[in-house]
C-alpha cells in the first residue's frame, strides 16, 4: 500500500503551537494550543472509566491543565473543559491487528477491547500499537473480522435460500456466499442482454435511433412502463434499451429480443467467459454467472464509452433496487423478480466503489415490482451490513 503520509502522533502531540490568547472578559491569559492528528473524545473524567460524551475530527485545541499521568490533558471547548487522552485509546470491542495497515497484510493477532498506546498513525484510521505479538495496525474506524461474522450470522439464518456477493473494486477484497446454486434469472438477465447490445452499437453493428411501433402483439404484463403506453407508440431502439433497465420493461425486453434472440447472445457470453448451458430467454443463474456479467458491466462504463456512459445512467435511474440504501452513495442497480427468485446486482458508487450481489428463492408471481412482505428489509439488513464493511476502506 502506497502511504500518502505517515507521522509520528506521539511527536506531533508533544509539540505546541504558538500560544493563543483566550479572550474573555478581563482575561488575555495565554494558553498552549495541542494539534490533535486524529479523532478524540472528550470525557468528564480523567479515565477511561468516564463515558466517553463526543468525538471529535483533528483540530487545533486548547490545553487548561495536564494531569500528573502524562496521558490526560484538560482542553477547553465551547461548551466547557474536559479531558482527553494523547497516547491511548479505547478499543471497546474484539479487534485484529496487522502487519501494515492494509487489511489485506498478514494478520499478527486479534485482541479482546482494551486500552492501547498508540506509537504512531497512519492517515486517519490506522493506529500503530504494541502487543504482546509485536507492535502492529489496528483500523480505528471498524473490526472488519467483526463485521464478516455479523454477515455471516445473517446470511445463516437463511440458509441455501440466499447468495451474497460483495467485492471492493480497488482493493479487491471480497466476500462471497453460497456461490453454485442455480436460480431462475427473473429480470436479471436484461442487464447483461443490454449490456451485449451497447456493445455492438460501439462496434457500429446496431443503430440505436432506430424506430418501431407498439403493437398488441408485443404487450406483455408485469413489470415495465411501456405496456401503459397507447397501441402505435413510436419508440427507439435506445429507448427499447433504456426501458428495459430502468422499469425493467417485459414489452421492451421482448421487442429487443425478437431483434437479437439467443444465439448471438450466447455467443457473447461463451467469448467472455461465461457459462453459455444456460443462455436462453427464462435464464438460470448462479451466483457466480452474475459476479461475471457484473463485472463486465462495470468494465464497460469504465472504458469511457458513450454508451458505457448510458447503461450506467440507466441501471442508476432504475426504479425499483432491493439494495439502495435510504440516504446511501449513487447505487447502479438491476433487480430480478418472479416466482423462486428475488434478486439484485448493483455497482454502488461510495468512495471507495463496490460490487454487491444478493440472489435469493423469495420472490413470488405478482406484478413484476413488488416483493413479498419482510424480503426487501432482509435485503437492506445484509446491504447495510457490506456497505459498513466497505466504509473501511474509504
Known amino acids: ?9 506521539l ?19 495565554e494558553r498552549p494550543q495541542l494539534v490533535m492528528a486524529w479523532n478524540f473524545a472528550i470525557y468528564a473524567e480523567p479515565t477511561f472509566e468516564s463515558p466517553p460524551l463526543q468525538v471529535f475530527g483533528p483540530q487545533a485545541i486548547y490545553v487548561v491543565e495536564e494531569h ?7 482542553i477547553a471547548i465551547h461548551n466547557g473543559n474536559f479531558w482527553i487522552n494523547i497516547n491511548q485509546l479505547r478499543i471497546p470491542h474484539t479487534f485484529s491487528v496487522f502487519e501494515e495497515p492494509d487489511f489485506m497484510s498478514r494478520q499478527i493477532g486479534r485482541f479482546f477491547g482494551q486500552v492501547v498506546t498508540i506509537y504512531e498513525m497512519y492517515g486517519l484510521n490506522w493506529a500503530l500499537i504494541p502487543t504482546y505479538n509485536g507492535i502492529g495496525w489496528v483500523n480505528l474506524i471498524g473490526d472488519l473480522q467483526g463485521l464478516r ?41 436484461k442487464a447483461p442482454y443490454a449490456l451485449w447490445i451497447y456493445q455492438m452499437a460501439d462496434a457500429g453493428r446496431v443503430n440505436l435511433a432506430q424506430t418501431f411501433t407498439y403493437r398488441q402483439a408485443n404487450y406483455r404484463r408485469g413489470s415495465g412502463a411501456i405496456r401503459h403506453m397507447p397501441f402505435g407508440t413510436i419508440l427507439t431502439k435506445e429507448d427499447l434499451l433504456r426501458y428495459n433497465i430502468t422499469h425493467s420493461c417485459n414489452v421492451a425486453f421482448q421487442m429487443l429480443w425478437n431483434i437479437y434472440g439467443p444465439d448471438g447472445f450466447r455467443n457473447f457470453i461463451r467469448d467472455s467467459g461465461g457459462r453459455t448451458q444456460n ?14 456479467y457484473t463485472r463486465w458491466m462495470h468494465e464497460f462504463i469504465e472504458s469511457g464509452s458513450e454508451n458505457g456512459q448510458r ?25 430480478g423478480l418472479w416466482a423462486g427468485a428475488m434478486h439484485d446486482m448493483a455497482i454502488v458508487y461510495s468512495d471507495s466503489p463496490y460490487i454487491l450481489i444478493i440472489m435469493s428463492e423469495w420472490g413470488v408471481a405478482g406484478d413484476g415490482v413488488t416483493p413479498p412482505p419482510g424480503t426487501r428489509v432482509r435485503f437492506q439488513e445484509i446491504a447495510a451490513l457490506i456497505s459498513q464493511i466497505n466504509q473501511l476502506f474509504e
Open 68 to 74: 500528573e499521568d502524562g496521558n490526560w490533558v484538560l
Open 1 to 9: 500500500m502506497k502511504r500518502i503520509f505517515r507521522f509520528l502522533l
Open 279 to 292: 443462455v436462453a430467454r427464462h435464464m438460470m443463474m448462479s451466483l457466480n454467472d452474475v459476479i461475471g
Open 311 to 335: 447503461l450506467r445512467d440507466d441501471l442508476i435511474n432504475s426504479v425499483v433496487s432491493f439494495v439502495r440504501l435510504e440516504g446511501g452513495h449513487q447505487t447502479a442497480s438491476k433487480y
Open 11 to 29: 511527536s506531533l502531540l508533544a509539540v505546541f503551537a504558538l500560544s493563543v490568547t483566550i479572550y474573555g472578559e478581563g482575561n488575555d491569559t
Open 149 to 189: 461474522a455479523d454477515l455471516e450470522t445473517v446470511l445463516r439464518r437463511h440458509g441455501n435460500q440466499i447468495s451474497v456477493f460483495y467485492e471492493n473494486i480497488e482493493n479487491g477484497y471480497s466476500f462471497i456466499w453460497n456461490p453454485y446454486r442455480l436460480y431462475y434469472a427473473a429480470s436479471l438477465t
